[in-house]
């Protein structure tokens, strides 16, 4: 069973611009949660999708923002990008809401604003 | 706020030495509770987990947590490590079935073990 997909990798951006961010989860699962990992702050919760639906947002700026598609994969986008948006974002997946059951953890797409 | 602590930031052991990592969280009510762990190089996987009955559970490798109710705490145990444990530990709680249901991640414990 292929794993929690996360494109791109890598990404390097200037501040100002947007950036979207894609996450493909498991297969069958249907709840996708984004979170931004820097050191130091630990895995801080973005936002969870349940079956197309926004369930939970963590406490960020209006300029994160995502959404989860019909197939159940998912994209997180950040407008107007500061240098504090550096960090590496990080989507799990789950069969059940992420509170409930065992997420699934992707590679990150380290995304670096300068 | 709800919140999750975890107050060994880094900690240093030798093989063969006990670890205890601590967790606590300020949530009430119903809780469930995990501990992930994020190996070098690898990517962040479920370590065990608490949903109910017994407080005492067990996970993969040797490790252990103990709920303890009282304390809002859910500390994590092995009694001998080994080198190959050097990792980062998270703690995460949800209070499921509460008005967010959010899972909120501690800020993490980077455990080195001497070999």
């Known amino acids: 069973k292929a794993g929690v997909t996360q494109t791109p990798r890598y990404l390097i951006k200037t501040r100002g611009q947007q950036v979207t961010l894609s996450c493909s989860p498991i297969s069958g699962h249907r709840s996708v949660s984004w979170y931004q990992q820097t050191p130091g702050q630990g895995l801080q919760f973005l936002f969870e999708y349940f079956s197309e639906t926004q369930r939970n947002k963590g406490n960020f700026p209006g300029r994160f923002s995502g959404r989860q598609f019909s197939n159940s994969r998912s994209e997180m986008n950040v407008s107007t990008l500061e240098l504090g948006d550096s960090a590496l974002y990080l989507c799990?997946?789950?069969?059940?809401?992420?509170?409930?059951?065992?997420?699934?953890f992707g590679p990150g797409t380290r995304l670096t604003v300068t | 706020a709800q919140s999750v602590s975890q107050h060994n930031h880094h900690v240093i052991l030798s093989e063969a030495a006990s670890l205890e990592l601590g967790c606590n969280y300020s949530y009430g009510g119903t809780v469930n509770l995990f501990w992930y762990v994020q190996y070098p190089g690898q990517h962040l996987q479920l370590l065990l987990k608490y949903f109910s009955g017994d407080p005492l559970v067990k996970g993969i490798k040797g490790f252990e947590a103990e709920f303890i109710k009282s304390k809002f705490s859910f500390n994590l145990r092995k009694p001998s490590v080994q080198w190959s444990d050097t990792a980062e530990y998270f703690c995460?709680?949800?209070?499921?079935?509460?008005?967010?249901?959010?899972?909120?991640f501690g800020t993490g414990t980077l455990l080195a073990v001497q070999p």
């Open positions: 995460a709680v949800s209070n499921y079935g509460g008005a967010t249901n959010k899972l909120i």
């Open positions: 799990a997946s789950s069969l059940g809401l992420a509170g409930a059951d065992e997420q699934y």
